[in-house]
């Protein structure tokens, strides 16, 4: 048996993404494959200065979240658009080790021991 995370990926055209998304899911249920969950992407920027959080991208029929929800799909988290990912990833370092207090870094390990539980495991034991 193997795991699928779909995730969603929100940029300028969120409607085209969620779009995607649930071609993506019924697909994967078609198919019998199990989906842990749904993921947004990109939701909200949190200023590391002040800490205020911004819709930049604001969705317009509800995000992946209700998404999710009118599809019987289980929502994960959000994670917040923070620069440092990208910059983290384009010097090949861990994120999640680098900027551990940021919201994003936060959201991510939600999101991880959410996987974690559905594969029967803590973040402890990885």
């Known amino acids: 048996m193997f795991y699928v995370v779909i995730v969603v990926v929100f940029d300028l055209f969120q409607e085209v993404s969620l779009?995607?998304?649930?071609?993506?899911i019924n697909f994967?249920?078609?198919v019998k494959m199990p989906i842990i969950g749904v993921v947004e992407n990109m939701s909200g920027f949190v200023c590391p200065k002040c800490k205020k959080e911004s819709q930049i991208f604001p969705p317009t029929t509800g995000g992946a979240e209700k998404m999710a929800?009118?599809?019987?799909v289980p929502?994960?988290?959000k994670v917040p658009l923070d620069p440092r990912i990208g910059r983290c990833c384009d010097e090949g370092k861990s994120f999640l080790s680098e900027v551990p207090e940021s919201p994003a870094?936060?959201?991510?390990k939600q999101i991880i021991q959410k996987i974690l539980d559905y594969c029967g495991k803590t973040l402890d034991d990885s």
């Open 69 to 72: 929800a009118d599809m019987e």
């Open 75 to 77: 929502f994960l988290g």
């Open 19 to 24: 779009l995607d998304v649930r071609k993506e």
């Open 28 to 30: 994967c249920k078609k």
């Open 105 to 108: 870094a936060g959201a991510y």
